[in-house]
Structures are given as C-alpha cells and as structure tokens.
C-alpha cells in the first residue's frame, strides 16, 4: 500500500506549479495554476483565469476531479541525457521534482538549483539543449 501511496504523490508533485483545471462537486470549475496539494486533495490555486478571484483553497472532500491542462516536465529524459555523459552518477528524485548528478548537483525543471564547476557547466549546456528540443516539439 505504501509503495501506491508514493507514486500516488510522486504523481501529484508534478502538477505543482502547472496549470490545472478542477472540478468540485457542486460542478464548479476552477482553472489556475496549482501551487499547493496534500494527501486529502486540499488544493491551493493562483492565477485562476476567472479575473475575480486571485487565490483560492479548494478543500479535498469537494473535489471531483483535477485535470493537468499542460504537459509536465519529463525529467526522466532528461535525467538520460545526463547519463551518457555522467554513466552512473544520476539519480532521479521525482519525490522532489529534481536530478542529483554526482551526488552534488540539483537539478530541476527550472534548471541548476545547487552544485557548480565544470561538470555543472556541462549539466547546464544539456539542459539548455534539452530545453530548446522540448519548446521546438511543443
């Protein structure tokens, strides 16, 4: 059960920060980007298209359902990139949406997080490569 459980929140992390659409159970719908989520469903919104309302909570027993309204970042491939040039030395930590490469450097969506030197240098220019790859297929 608590291997299900895992996978349940690994999958959930990565609607974190992506735009989202949730339906509750009085058939309201709200679109926004989702900042915040725990084990209950309770969700916190921001950016709703609405215009009205810039933040709101939604508590979890009124959730119907949550829609993913973009792609989520595949770390994974990137993580396999890394691999080919670092063999061994790349774990994926998709319970906190980042890549360790040789223990010490953080990597995430939004790029280099912690490390530095000349193998974050090469990390960084994989990265970037991968970037441009991923928006030219979008």
Known sequence: MSIAFRKFGEECIQFLGKKISI???DGKTYVGTLNGINERLDVVLDDLESGEIIKIIVNGSFVKEIKLMEKPFDLKALADRF???FPGL???R???GA???M??????QNGIEEGGGLAADRIKAIY???IRETKKQS
């Not at 223990?103 to 995430?108: G, L, M």
């Open 128 to 130: 970037d490569e991968f």
């Open 99 to 101: 890549i360790i490469v």
């Open 23 to 25: 339906e509750t159970s």
């Open 83 to 85: 691999s080919r040039v």
């Open 90 to 92: 790349v774990k994926v």
């Open 103 to 108: 223990d010490k450097i953080k990597v995430t």
């Open 94 to 96: 998709e319970d906190v």
